[in-house]
């Protein structure tokens, strides 16, 4: 038996209760414990939750921790999506490509006389994908974590934009680093996608908002201070317009900004030819505060 997964079904059981009623799901220990140090203490470290076997999580909605839990076991997550998006348009292309790998099975060469074929060749065509193809499941399983895009100005963007940013938010505060990077990735391949409609403006602003008052505020650091083995979310953000090679060396100052809120304000700034005279996005400028900064300091620079 592969020895990750011995390990994964002896490790114990232990019970998280999600959501406003606590809804209990009974999960391994191991899996999330590797995750961080933060998680390992909470699971098999001193506290009452690591005695009891029982962890409170009722201020998590229960489809951030199941993606949660999903990363842990498979290091990928679903994302979320469109209600009125499927996958099956892919299908057809999938079949057609099928089917003409399988007619192309053995060149049909008339004037070569098959008893000369070297047997070398023959072998060759012995070993062809299109007579063991990757099984639906698998084909399934590697598309359900792919971002689609909306095609409507019915859908609702919330959901899917809070989605991801929840799961951010969790894995930040327990430090692990590689889902806080995955989401970023996959999150910025989902903005690359979507289209974005006057009548969803506010669910943008709304993304802002929730980003803003859930993750870190930036500082200054002193350049060339960070450690290369820094995860992307932290990495620190040259904001002030000029170049870092100017011969003031470890006094010239960068700013360290969380990888979320980076990626929330570059979205407001590439589609700000349709938000910037709408109430709700001056509402935001208004309230002023860490966003505004960050806003100022993106759109300067390009």
């Given at each position: 038996?592969?020895?990750?997964?011995?390990?994964?079904?002896?490790?114990?059981?232990?019970?998280?209760?999600?959501?406003?009623?606590?809804?209990?799901?009974?999960?391994?220990?191991?899996?999330?414990?590797?995750?961080?140090?933060?998680?390992?203490?909470?699971?098999?470290?001193?506290?009452?939750?690591?005695?009891t076997?029982?962890?409170?999580?009722?201020?998590?909605d229960?489809?951030?921790?199941l993606?949660?839990?999903?990363?842990?076991?498979?290091?990928d997550?679903?994302?979320?999506?469109?209600?009125?998006?499927?996958?099956?348009?892919?299908?057809?292309?999938?079949?057609?490509?099928?089917?003409?790998?399988?007619?192309?099975?053995?060149?049909?060469?008339?004037?070569?006389?098959?008893?000369?074929?070297?047997?070398?060749?023959?072998?060759?065509?012995?070993?062809?994908?299109?007579?063991?193809?990757?099984?639906?499941?698998?084909?399934?399983f590697?598309?359900?974590?792919?971002?689609?895009?909306?095609?409507?100005?019915?859908?609702?963007?919330?959901?899917?934009?809070?989605?991801?940013?929840?799961?951010?938010?969790?894995?930040?505060?327990?430090?692990?680093?590689?889902?806080?990077?995955?989401?970023?990735?996959?999150?910025?391949?989902?903005?690359?996608?979507?289209?974005?409609?006057?009548?969803?403006?506010?669910?943008?602003v709304?993304?802002?908002?929730?980003?803003?008052?859930?993750?870190?505020?930036?500082?200054?650091?002193?350049?060339?201070?960070?450690?290369?083995?820094?995860?992307?979310?932290d990495?620190?953000?040259?904001?002030?317009?000029?170049?870092?090679?100017?011969?003031?060396?470890?006094?010239?100052?960068?700013?360290?900004?969380?990888?979320?809120?980076?990626?929330?304000?570059?979205?407001?700034?590439?589609?700000?030819?349709?938000?910037?005279?709408?109430?709700?996005?001056?509402?935001?400028?208004?309230?002023?505060g860490?966003?505004?900064?960050?806003?100022?300091?993106?759109?300067?620079?390009?």
């Open positions: 038996m592969a020895e990750p997964f011995a390990n994964l079904f002896r490790s114990k059981i232990v019970n998280f209760q999600v959501g406003p009623e606590g809804t209990n799901f009974t999960v391994h220990a191991q899996p999330l414990a590797s995750l961080s140090q933060a998680l390992n203490a909470l699971i098999n470290g001193d506290m009452v939750e690591a005695r076997g029982v962890i409170d999580w009722r201020d998590m229960e489809e951030t921790f993606r949660f839990c999903e990363f842990a076991y498979v290091q997550y679903t994302p979320p999506r469109f209600s009125e998006c499927t996958d099956n348009r892919e299908v057809p292309k999938q079949v057609e490509k099928k089917k003409q790998k399988i007619n192309s099975g053995w060149p049909g060469n008339t004037r070569e006389d098959e008893s000369k074929r070297s047997i070398k060749s023959r072998l060759r065509n012995l070993l062809s994908e299109s007579d063991y193809p990757l099984p639906s499941s698998n084909q399934s590697r598309q359900q974590f792919q971002p689609v895009s909306n095609t409507s100005p019915h859908q609702e963007l919330a959901p899917v934009f809070l989605g991801h940013a929840r799961l951010y938010v969790l894995a930040d505060k327990y430090d692990v680093r590689e889902l806080k990077n995955l989401v970023l990735h996959k999150f910025c391949n989902a903005l690359k996608l979507f289209t974005l409609w006057e009548s969803r403006i506010a669910e943008v709304e993304l802002v908002r929730f980003v803003y008052d859930n993750t870190p505020p930036s500082y200054q650091h002193e350049a060339g201070a960070a450690s290369q083995s820094e995860a992307n979310t990495r620190p953000v040259n904001i002030s317009g000029g170049s870092s090679s100017n011969g003031q060396g470890s006094n010239h100052k960068e700013k360290k900004w969380d990888g979320l809120r980076k990626l929330v304000t570059c979205l407001v700034v590439s589609k700000l030819e349709m938000v910037a005279e709408t109430r709700v996005f001056l509402d935001l400028l208004h309230d002023g860490e966003f505004v900064k960050d806003f100022w300091a993106v759109l300067l620079a390009n």
